[in-house]
């Protein structure tokens, strides 16, 4: 693999540019994007250069497509008459099916895997990128639309490359997954600094501890890229609030008859399994 | 003030002992606990001696109690007897109202200022102890049961050298905002931990970003100490819940209809104010 197109160069995007450079990828980096984010990167050392779509499909060995979901939506229908066959194309998107279906709709000659590293930051833009985003993450992928290829291979060599840990997902129990793991906890941060903003107190701005600002730290996530996920996985992001507002009763329920520990161990339970599973 | 008595050695009472050490306190500290927490309390430096409670009120010219919340009750009601006039009382629990008035009923002779410090880990015990513990963290007290006193001015006196931020606050008042800025967080990341539990799905366990660590690490609190907090503040904690369910609802409403941009704005204006203020 000697030439990778990163499209959309955002804080994903930026910081996969940067994480193979430092791993010891050689070859070029193209980015397309906004030539603000274009400059941001090329400065960090993410790109080494920059091209239109059209010309980094004629270029590229692997184009990654790190975007909002809606626009790597857009742009998998744009690639179908530029990508060449030799090519694989690979996404970051938050969402999996919709992804994926397009692709196959698509891409009918070109390798499509789809991805989702499973890291991030509050904040975004090229100017986040950091090299060690994926260490330590799962980076899921969907099975290839086509036989293994080397490109395929190099690629998960990348990947193992810059400290991801691969997780092979079907794209539609990823979108469940996904629901609880990372939209519900979104949902619940972005309500719950919203039901605080709504008590119009402003002790409520001063007297908290640590605890307030990890629950409201996802509250700062940008609007527009969360629209962009929760419109394409709407039902098992319903599912998921479902799902939650029965413990919530729950906890109700446990807090007016002052019997906690039911509630406490099996939330404890799970807090602790996913960190002892991360060290 | 020469002589500080602990009562309930803890994270939170082993911290305040390490922190007025290390800010200069030249006196004696005193422990009134089990003996696994006075040894290990001891070994950190956190005390300088131990006693008993009765032992320990004859001594000291600051009681400070950092018990759980129906222990500091039960406390207070055998301080009645034993504490000298010339002694302040404080306390660190989660709570204020019910414990300014077992005060005020058992210690009429004594002066107490509630006190609760905004501060805190999800572990416990005099092991986790952190002289850095109440730095920069809001140090809630209540008004003080009685005329300015030399000991109530060097108390606030050793609450600036450990860095906490002192908040003068109604007890009622502390107690309806901490529902919101603490219970109300604890509950909804426990209710988090939970749904995900609940989910019987492996995947949950290692498909996630860092977002669902911050939500879930509130739930690893104690449950016992949590069951004592919202005993002594149920219907403060039933109002926030409410807030909160009537934010999920339109959060909700939110994903249904495609239309995040308000609810995300409140939830982000929030979330961005009570991190400008703790800067």
């Known amino acids: 693999m000697r030439t990778v197109a990163i499209v959309g160069v955002g804080l994903v995007g930026a910081s996969f540019g940067l994480a193979i450079r430092e791993a010891g990828f050689a070859g070029e980096i193209i980015g397309v994007s906004s030539s ?23 270029r590229a060995d692997l184009i990654y497509l790190s975007q909002p979901v809606d626009r790597i939506l857009s742009t998998i229908s744009r690639l179908g008459p530029l990508a060449a066959a030799g090519t694989l194309v690979t996404d970051a ?4 099916l919709t992804i994926v279906r397009k692709a196959a709709e698509c891409l009918r000659h070109t390798e499509f895997i789809g991805g989702h590293p499973m890291a991030g930051k509050e904040k975004s833009g090229a100017e986040e990128a950091d090299a060690n985003l994926f260490r330590g993450r799962p980076y899921i992928l969907t099975p290839s639309s086509g036989p293994p290829s080397p490109h395929a291979a190099s690629f998960r060599g990348l990947l193992e490359c810059i400290g991801a840990n691969i997780v092979e997902l079907d794209a539609q129990e990823h979108d469940r997954v996904v629901a609880f793991t990372s939209h519900l906890p979104q949902l619940v941060s972005t309500a719950l600094a919203s039901t605080l903003a709504h008590q119009k107190n402003n002790h409520l701005e001063r007297i908290f501890g640590p605890g307030l600002l990890d629950m409201t730290r996802l509250a700062l ?4 890229l969360w629209a962009s996920i929760l419109a394409e996985n709407r039902e098992a992001a ?11 009763h729950r906890a109700r329920q446990a807090v007016a008859t002052n019997n906690l520990a039911d509630l406490f161990s099996s939330g404890e339970s799970f807090a602790s399994t996913i960190r002892k599973l991360t060290r």
Chains 1, 2 share one sequence.
């Open 238 to 248: 319903l599912r998921a609030l479902d799902a939650f507002e029965e413990q919530l």
């Open 93 to 96: 998107g938050s969402t999996k």
């Open 221 to 224: 996530s940008s609007e527009a």
């Open 36 to 58: 603000d984010a274009l400059s941001a990167a090329r400065k960090l050392g993410a790109i080494s250069g920059s091209a239109t779509l059209d010309e980094a499909c004629r």
